[in-house]
Antibody
Framework: QLQLQESGPGLVKPSETLSLTCNVS??????????WGWIRQPPGKGLECIGS???????HYNPSLKSRVTMSVDTSKNQFSVKLRSVTAADTAVYYC???????????????????WGRGTLVTVSS | SYELTQPPSVSVSPGQTAKITCSGD??????VYWYQQKSGLAPVVVIF???KRPSGMPERFSGSKSGTVATLTISGAQVEDEADYYC????????????FGGGTKLTVL
């Protein structure tokens, strides 16, 4: 059964870079059927998409975070990662990684949605 | 930026029908997905592509859409259905533009 597991520091200082990795088990990340993505949730608040990556390395980022985000994939390790630069307290959140099935909609746009999620990891930004 | 609007809270008694709405301008052209999130846990999809139920999801969960409004219906809500529910869909003008609604807290008591 597919499992996703986030890992990385739970505490990051303001202005530094948040780095997380998602390890995928029981399925290959090198498949054309799915994108792989990151979603975050500040404490007590709603869900926000961060971005997605294909096994080829093609990426798509939330415009509101695009200037600070970089995602990468390592197919040899079956994992993908996210880096968020210049973090502030507003970046404190539970970070989830997820598998994203995709399809073309009637207008020809590529659409993804998260069907399987990791358990999430809390990252606190504080000095 | 594109937004999906949900009511902050819905409350029903056990056995009653709960309806949670999600409104968005692009919904006539885009699929809607619904997620259940219980306290401290990751979200779980309860409805995908407007009205399809994942394998193993109880039949009391159903989804529908009319124009710019999608509705998640829980027929005969149970105490264990108490959770936050989020809708998810996409902007109609670009690829990879998924957004979540603000979430609805369902109370069953």
């Amino acid at each position: 059964q597919l499992q996703l597991q986030e890992s990385g520091p739970g505490l990051v200082k303001p202005s530094e870079t948040l780095s997380l990795t998602c390890n995928v088990s029981a399925a290959s990340i090198s498949t054309s059927s799915f994108y792989w993505g990151w979603i975050r949730q500040p404490p007590g608040k709603g869900l926000e998409c961060i971005g997605s990556i294909f096994y080829t390395g093609s990426t798509h980022y939330n415009p509101s975070l695009k200037s600070r985000v970089t995602m990468s994939v390592d197919t040899s390790k079956n994992q993908f990662s996210v880096k968020l630069r210049s973090v502030t307290a507003a970046d404190t959140a539970v970070y989830y990684c997820a598998r994203l099935p995709w399809h073309y909609d009637a207008s020809g746009y590529q659409t993804t949605w998260p069907d399987t999620w990791g358990r999430g990891t809390l990252v606190t930004v504080s000095s | 930026s594109y937004e999906l609007t949900q009511p902050p809270s819905v409350s029903v008694s056990p056995g009653q029908t709960a309806k949670i709405t999600c409104s968005g301008d692009a919904l006539p052209k885009k699929f809607v997905y619904w997620y259940q999130q219980k306290s401290g846990l990751a979200p779980v999809v309860v409805i995908f592509e407007d009205g399809k139920r994942p394998s193993g999801m109880p039949e009391r969960f159903s989804g529908s859409k009319s124009g710019t409004v999608a509705t998640l219906t829980i027929s005969g809500a149970q105490v264990e259905d108490e959770a936050d529910y989020y809708c998810y869909s996409s902007d109609s003008t670009s690829s990879h533009s998924g957004v979540f609604g603000g979430g609805t807290k369902l109370t069953v008591l």
